[in-house]
């Protein structure tokens, strides 16, 4: 073959490379994962974030844009050619914007807002549970406080108070104590804390066991598996503290094995999408199972509709495959064309909190090495935004200090290496993420 012809296949092969850009729904650290490890793929030309944040923009490819209406955004996506959209957060798919992208005509990675259902109501995913035969924890619902106080008087405790609707992680208390129990019904139930999503709640057994987190991605049809995780649920060191968003996590997590890998595929994640099926609902999306593993025995704690925040940040720092052709080819309905890749170590990510999260968090404080990277680590931004050139917090869980590593310590010594490196006023965090697991590694 002549030169002249090679360099006529090669430019032939460049002119029929299919350019996309990607339009990401969210401003958290969940969506700096997403928009950073899109960007590394050779058939992205630029990636958008819808808002994003303070960092989300510092690669190249990835532009930060001001726009929240879903009217807008779909403005957005047409007029700037965008192959498909990523939503991120909760909030807008319980509102229905894939549905709204789709009768646009536009591809949209998420599930429908009937879909949604199963992480927007409590109460639905539990009953759509039970009528589905997938374990999970004995429970009741209220929207009486007298009732709910009376339930609990009879069950005693531990046991678990959940906000039926959305509340941004932190709609579940796990009572150790009645007295906590009573308290967390009167602060839904009377005090509103909730609004709307605690105006009914759920009252389910306390399950023992260690939790995992479990995600797929589901074009319709096929499912294809993400790695395994385990969040960090409680502010404090030893599990200690309130719920929040999540401080940390990391990835693969040892007691999802092999076999007990197989059994969630078997006693959960096919019988859900199953189930949505038999019920009339294709689920297109992330499906997330939080879970309790005790003794071999799985019980779903929870539902959610998109990936973890922080699980996202570890999962994706290992993942080989291309994320972006991947995500392209579950909107087509052909994710199963790919087989799932991982690096073969651990990663790890510990939030940087601000002061008085998950309180009402301070905000405008400088934060210093937030653009540190290299090879084996990786700060993602979440509650951050740009004043005059600095970066500053603008949130709760401000950064995801991400480190890599051969085995789970490596991990965890490369991302807590960061936290003297990266810092503001007032920032805390906790020091055992991942440890309950090295006895397991």
């Known amino acids: 073959m002549s030169i002249i012809s090679l360099c006529f296949l090669l430019t032939l092969g460049t002119l029929n490379t299919k350019m996309m850009n990607v339009l990401i729904i969210g401003n958290g650290g969940r969506e700096h994962a997403m928009a950073w490890k899109i960007s590394q793929s050779n058939q992205v030309s630029k990636v958008y974030l819808a808002p994003g944040n303070g960092g989300s923009d510092s690669e ?26 990523v939503v991120g957060p909760e909030k807008p798919l319980s509102e229905g914007i894939v549905d709204k992208f789709e009768e646009k005509g536009l591809r949209i990675f998420g599930p429908s807002k009937n879909a949604a259902q199963l992480e927007s109501s409590k109460k639905y995913a539990k009953e759509f549970m039970i009528s589905h035969n997938i374990p999970t924890a004995f429970y009741e619902t209220f929207t009486e406080a007298d009732k709910a106080h009376a339930y609990v008087n009879e069950k005693g405790s531990p046991i678990v108070i959940k906000a039926d609707g959305l509340a941004a992680g932190k709609g579940v208390i796990v009572a150790l104590s009645e007295i906590e129990a009573h308290e967390a019904i009167d602060h839904m139930l009377e005090d509103n804390q909730f609004g709307d999503a605690g105006s009914r709640i759920i009252i389910e057994e306390f399950l023992e066991g260690e939790e995992a987190s479990f995600i797929v991605m589901c074009d319709g049809e096929s499912i294809f598996p993400m790695a395994s995780s385990q969040d960090h649920k409680r502010l404090l060191d030893n599990d200690l503290g309130p719920n929040t968003g999540g401080m940390g996590a990391y990835s693969p997590a040892p007691i999802v094995t092999t076999e007990i890998h197989d059994k969630i595929m078997t006693q959960v994640i096919n019988p859900t999408i199953a189930g949505l099926k038999k019920d009339g609902i294709t689920f297109k999306g992330f499906l997330y199972a939080g879970l309790m593993i005790k003794q071999g025995d799985i019980k779903v704690l929870e539902f959610n509709c998109r990936m973890g925040d922080p699980e996202t940040q570890p999962i994706l720092f290992r993942m080989k495959n291309d994320f972006a052709l991947l ?46 990277k290299s090879s084996t680590q990786y700060v993602f931004h979440a509650g951050t935004k740009k004043i005059n050139g600095k970066i500053v917090t603008n949130g709760g869980r401000v950064l995801g200090l991400t480190g890599r590593g051969k085995t789970l310590q490596s991990a965890f010594e490369q991302a807590y290496n960061l936290t003297s490196i990266v810092t503001f006023e007032g920032a805390h965090y906790r020091k055992d993420i991942g440890q309950k697991a090295k006895k397991l590694t």
Do not use: M, Q, R
């Open 60 to 85: 190249e490819k990835i532009y930060n844009i001001d726009i929240s209406d879903h009217d807008e955004l779909i403005n957005f996506a047409v007029s700037n050619n965008v192959s498909f959209t």
């Open 327 to 372: 995500l392209d080819s579950a909107c087509n309905g052909k994710i199963s064309e790919h087989s799932p890749e991982w690096e073969d170590d651990f990663a790890l990510s510990v939030v940087l909190a601000a002061k008085n999260y998950p309180g009402e968090p301070e905000k405008n404080k400088e934060i210093v090495g937030s653009d540190f």
